[in-house]
């Protein structure tokens, strides 16, 4: 199984600052259609996942451009710019290049 | 948008069965994937498996973990998903969230029901 490694597992921020969020894979992420299935769900408190980044960098409709994702193989980040209050949550990576689906461990962002 | 609703989800008995469901709305149903994901009390998420649409001939694909009690299925005539939870164990208390994974959009798991409480208890 492809383990997903995220880091930090916290991160208190400043309202209108900058987080970033890595997630390492085990092995690349690169299927051999030449696509790369990372995503990344932010879960606010309460409630179910929500997706807001597919194949590495893609924003999901509705999802602000405060939240950028990059990376290549098996290193990714997730980057929310300008932090809000409603960002607080826990964030996971998800890849789904090979069976079965693993997810990171969740990183939390709490405002300080 | 599509929406999902989870339902089924209760208390069960070690070694017992539960069926939970799934019910979406929207017309691309059955162009999907339908996955269910769990999240034990206090901890991250684990996916348990997947259906594939028809002309993928409904294959499915199970966590290692589940795989052998757990069954999916899928009635595309009401738009509906299900999973079988057999022989369950402590182990198996979650919230289980279905997620459909978008075959257009990267396999993306784009829409989430609520979740249904499963919990595994004597």
């Known amino acids: 199984d492809i383990v997903m490694t995220q880091t930090p597992l916290s991160s208190p921020v400043t309202l209108g600052q900058t987080v970033s969020i890595s997630c390492r894979s085990s092995?690349?992420?690169?299927?051999?259609?030449?696509?790369?299935?990372l995503s990344w769900l932010q879960q606010r408190p309460g409630q179910p996942p929500r997706l807001l980044i597919y194949?590495?960098?893609n924003r999901f409709s509705g999802v602000p451009d405060r939240f950028s994702g990059s990376g290549a193989g098996t290193d990714f980040t997730l980057k929310i710019s300008r932090v809000e209050a409603e960002d607080v949550g826990v964030y996971y990576c998800?890849?789904?290049?090979?069976?079965?689906?693993?997810f990171g461990g969740g990183t939390k962002v709490e405002i300080k | 948008e599509v929406q999902l609703v989870e339902s089924g989800g209760g208390l069960v008995q070690p070694r017992g069965s539960l069926r939970l469901s799934c019910a979406a709305s929207?017309?691309?149903?059955?162009?999907?994937?339908m996955a269910w994901v769990r999240q034990a009390p206090g901890k991250g998420l684990e996916w348990v498996g997947l259906?594939?649409?028809?002309?993928?001939?409904?294959?499915?694909e199970y966590a290692s973990s589940v795989r052998g009690r757990f069954f999916i299925s899928r009635d595309d005539s009401t738009n509906s998903v299900f999973l079988q939870m057999n022989t369950l164990e402590s182990e198996d208390t979650a919230v289980y969230y279905c997620?459909?994974?978008?075959?257009?959009?990267?396999?993306?798991?784009?829409?989430w029901g609520k979740g249904t409480t499963v919990t595994v208890s004597s």
């Open positions: 259906i594939r649409q028809k002309d993928k001939n409904y294959l499915t």
């Open positions: 092995q690349s992420l690169v299927y051999k259609d030449g696509n790369t299935y």
């Open positions: 194949s590495v960098s």
């Open positions: 929207g017309s691309t149903f059955n162009d999907h994937y």
């Open positions: 998800v890849q789904n290049t090979q069976y079965p689906v693993t």
């Open positions: 997620a459909r994974e978008n075959v257009y959009q990267f396999f993306s798991m784009d829409a």
